[in-house]
């Protein structure tokens, strides 16, 4: 063979830069290369949505994948990673001879396909059931197209990773995860790789990308250099990635070139294209002294762009609102299967979800994107959220139908459906065909409930549609008939069940028999919130100016480099307050406040026999780069803070940080030595702090209002034209629990799905039925172990409706626990003994006779085969259970446990690794979480 010559004639030594020849022949490297193995992870992080609105994407995901085959063509070495499953469904229903190609280089091993999840998500915002469906359908559509799940987590972009994650992780069979944010500069955590564990004692092996996830076109050595310098030195080996990203792209022939050259050369090591498993096998074959040295992380992986949890309100809340939709329409097409045959509507339901999932990414949710890639995010989460009530509609009706209402002159029927798992009380509204006069409401049993009138949606002349609001008891998951009698209320005596307990209402005070509450008249916020039971006053003589805060914001739309929004800001000027209802079932004040062009009303509302205050929140926002934080500060002393996680709860620092969160967050410390907490629970909104103080406080990032999709360092240029986000109205609602020090016996996440997923009434007519004036199809008792998923499974069987039950339930306390849940729905009981915030999936036969079977989170059984035929290396690893083959349980039943009764055992956790997966021992191992 002839070797490369220089013009000179002599042989070819170093090439790194300038023209050189391509495929130089192999030949020893330097005795002086240094000793480690750099695995070159060629890739093309594409965001589907960005600063293009996703038909662009959808282009560029084909015209990347193109050019990845192309190289493996040219390159026999040549390694490509996929890590987002939308793009190759993309690809496969536009271009099948691509997608055939792409299947023959994933048999041939050299297209390589991790994440197993729909697209990479913002991973601090969704919640836990989106979590579950982003593996749910991204690992069954590889395992359905190329016969193997991903094993490896990969999640390049995001800005952050909740503390959860290993959980779900683990439930979708990964053992390890790559991230890239936050870099060593924005976090305590100095190591590059190191064992992560999740509040319930799940682990995976996690990665942090060094300097970057993508490249530009030509040589490596600058991400080499770079990536070098960032990472944990001692590591030796390590992963380096490689391609032309964000819009496309991927590993160009200059990129690769580049690497065999600097292999030849030995410039960093030994460079060798390569996957991530390929690595974290690698890893794993170094042994237990090198693994059991690495370092452990138990907390959330954050903060990178702060901002983003508050920006573009709009998202957040169609976001939300999908979520609670399609876990309802869910809950009742399983109802309307197992208990009518209704076909089980997956594909519908699919649909739905793939849309949700979708703009759960991170340039999407997190409010990134330019302006118009919201008006698709609007109208794909307005197909899910009508796709989901349709489902729910249909059941209701095949269930309205079939419940005997008998006819009763000068009435109307109402039923009223519960979506959640537990009985619910809670207030309804309702418009109705009204006739003139007085109006009450009577419960299923004929008894009088505690009614008022409202104001009327409807501004006409015509009496055809009255409304009012009711008290409803309704039973779990399920429904319970009401009627709107056209007469006065009958006289009942003040001791009778169901009356109304003291209620008064004035511009000042709000007060029952539980609580009295003061509102300052020149700032219109609460001065005292006094619990009559305890005496306790957690907002006793606060500043109520605090309350409102608003701020010239000129921050990027991401919020880089932003530590905290917790600044001190201009209050909004209170306009008025006005009384507009007195009981008595509730009590409504209405709080009006402005500053500049932009106003808010606050309406408070007090129920008769609650101490709970809600707040209905319309703010009319007409700011640019400025933000508002609505504050709640409390006369607490020694603070704590926690915060609601996907599946979990986690304690901060009370230091004002911004911080992403859930549905709700506490604040528990003393009042004159006694303990005593606030809670906060929200709809809509992610961006909270704690901050200390002689008045500790919860702060809310109602809104800021940014340029759209401006990333410093770039400067807005005075002569252009920007668009501002957050212009105009939104609505949100949120409510403040006072409690004695544990903020568990209000359980603010039933509190938030209740807020957010509210029952739904319905106008019914007279007639007969077989079912009964009120009923249940499944419960979980309202204890610590919460349903927090109940659906057909994805698979299609032979029970009613072409589907068995899947019921999904997490403990919430962070306490071990046995859980009861009843299922009438298909005549079962299950009871299952849970760690702490362990999160648990059963498959439920329609058929009394056949076992539950406990799944992973994509609905493989944990001890058995995938739908594969073959067990994914690492499912099953979260926790197992023992779950008895028949019904009832062999050997005694717990007490109480009656014939249906399935008793799932919690066994030994298979502890994971220093890599994240399972031992092989069948003993449980010293670090053993349960």
């Not at 609001?469 to 056209?486: I, S």
């Not at 800021?704 to 668009?723: F, K, M, N």
Request: hydrophobic share 35%.
């Amino acid at each position: 063979m002839s070797r490369p010559r220089t013009t000179t004639g002599a042989p070819l030594s170093n090439a790194p830069a300038g023209t050189q020849p391509r495929d130089l022949p192999p030949t020893q490297r330097p005795h002086a290369t240094p000793d480690r193995t750099i695995h070159m992870i060629g890739n093309s992080h594409i965001d589907p949505v960005w600063l293009w609105p996703w038909q662009e994407g959808y282009q560029e995901a084909r015209a990347t994948f193109w050019s990845a085959i192309h190289r493996m063509d040219e390159y026999p070495d040549f390694v490509f990673t996929c890590d987002q499953m939308v793009l190759l469904s993309w690809v496969e229903e536009s271009d099948p001879e691509l997608f055939a190609r792409i299947t023959e280089r994933v048999a041939e091993g050299r297209w390589v396909n991790v994440g197993g999840w729909w697209v990479e998500p913002d991973c601090n915002m969704p919640m836990g059931e989106s979590f579950a469906r982003q593996g749910l359908y991204g690992q069954r559509y590889l395992i359905s197209r190329f016969g193997k799940p991903a094993t490896v987590g990969m999640n390049v972009d995001p800005f952050g990773h909740s503390a959860s994650l290993p959980t779900v992780l683990r439930g979708h069979g990964l053992d390890s995860y790559l991230f890239l944010r936050p870099g060593p500069h924005e976090s305590d955590l100095a190591d590059t790789l190191f064992r992560w564990r999740a509040p319930d004692g799940s682990t995976v092996l996690a990665y942090r990308i060094p300097f970057e996830y993508c490249s530009p076109a030509g040589s490596v050595d600058g991400q080499v250099d770079k990536a070098l310098g960032t990472l944990d030195r001692s590591l030796g080996d390590v992963m380096v990635l490689y391609g032309v990203g964000n819009h496309g792209g991927g590993p160009t022939i200059a990129n690769i070139e580049s690497i065999h050259r600097y292999d030849r050369m030995g410039s960093f090591g030994r460079l060798t294209m390569s996957s991530p498993r390929d690595y974290l096998d690698s890893v794993q074959a170094r042994g237990p002294e090198f693994l059991d040295g690495l370092a452990e992380w138990s907390d959330d992986l954050q903060h990178h762009a702060p901002g983003c949890y508050s920006a573009h309100s709009g998202i957040k809340a169609w976001q939300r609102r999908a979520q609670f939709a399609l876990l309802s329409a869910e809950r009742w097409a399983a109802v309307a299967a197992a208990h009518d045959g209704t076909p089980y509507p997956r594909e519908d339901l699919e649909r739905a979800w793939k849309q949700v999932l979708f703009n759960q990414f991170h340039d999407v949710l997190p409010g990134s994107a330019i302006e118009h890639a919201y008006d698709d995010a609007r109208d794909q989460l307005g197909e899910a959220v009508a796709i989901a009530k349709r489902v729910i509609v249909r059941a209701h009706n095949t269930i309205a139908r079939q419940v005997d209402v008998p006819m009763e002159e000068a009435s109307q029927p109402v039923l009223v459906f519960n979506p959640h798992p537990w009985p619910v009380s809670t207030d309804v509204e309702l418009h109705y065909g009204s006739t003139p006069g007085p109006v009450h409401v009577v419960d299923d049993e004929g008894r009088t409930v505690v009614s008022q009138p409202t104001q009327s949606k409807a501004t006409t002349n015509q009496t055809g549609r009255g409304a009012l609001v009711f008290r409803a008891e309704v039973p779990a998951l399920g429904y319970r008939l009401y009627r709107v009698r056209m007469a006065a209320e009958p006289a009942r005596p003040e001791w009778s069940a169901g009356s109304p307990g003291r209620l008064s209402a004035s511009e000042t005070v709000l007060e029952n028999d539980l609580v009295r509450i003061e509102l300052d008249p020149a700032t219109g916020w609460i001065r005292s919130y006094r619990d009559k039971r305890t005496g306790l006053d957690v907002m006793r003589g606060v500043d109520g100016a605090q309350h409102t805060q608003v701020c010239a914001d000129p921050t990027d739309t991401w919020g880089h480099r932003v530590v905290s929004y917790a600044w001190a800001g201009d209050p909004m000027k209170l306009a008025r307050i006005v009384v507009r209802e007195s009981g008595p079932l509730r009590a409504r004040v209405r709080v009006e406040r402005e500053w500049g062009a932009s106003t808010m009303t606050e309406e408070l509302l007090l129920d008769h026999d609650s101490a709970v205050l809600r707040v209905d929140v319309t703010l009319d926002w007409r700011e640019h780069a400025h933000l508002l934080k609505l504050r709640f500060p409390t006369a607490l002393s020694d603070p704590r803070a926690t915060y609601q996680i996907p599946y979990a709860a986690l304690e901060r620092p009370v230091d004002g940080a911004e911080e992403p969160g859930q549905g709700w967050v506490d604040l528990t410390g003393t009042v004159d030595g006694r303990p005593a907490g606030l809670t906060l629970v929200t709809t809509n909104k992610h961006g909270y702090d704690v901050s200390p103080g002689d008045e500790p406080s919860i702060g809310v990032t109602a809104v800021r209002s940014p340029v759209y999709a401006w990333h410093d360092p770039r400067l807005l240029d005075g002569e252009d034209i920007y668009s501002y986000q957050d212009q105009g109205v939104q609505r949100f609602s949120y409510e403040l629990v006072a409690h004695d020090g544990d903020r568990r016996t209000a359980d603010p996440g039933r509190r938030a799905a209740v807020l957010g997923s509210p029952v739904r009434a319905m106008l019914e007519s007279f007639h007969a039925g077989s079912l009964p004036r009120t009923g249940s199809f499944a419960s979980d008792h309202a204890g610590a172990v919460m349903v927090t998923a109940l659906k057909g499974t994805e698979d299609v069987t032979d029970g009613p409706g072409g589907a068995d039950l899947v019921v999904r339930a997490v403990e919430t306390r962070g306490e071990p626990g046995t859980a009861r849940i009843d299922l009438p729905l298909v005549g079962r009981t299950l009871e299952a003994d849970f760690g702490p915030y362990q999160l648990r999936t059963f498959r439920v036969p329609a058929d009394p006779a056949a076992p539950v079977v406990e799944l992973d989170l994509v609905e493989r059984p944990l001890d058995g085969a995938g739908a594969d035929g073959a067990t994914p290396e690492g499912a099953g690893a979260v926790r197992s259970g023992e779950i008895d083959a028949d019904v009832p349980a062999a050997g005694p039943a717990p007490e109480g446990a009656g014939e249906g009764t399935t008793v799932l055992t919690a066994t030994q956790v298979s502890s994971p690794d220093a890599t994240g997966r399972p031992r092989a021992a069948d003993a449980p191992s010293a670090d053993d979480p349960a």
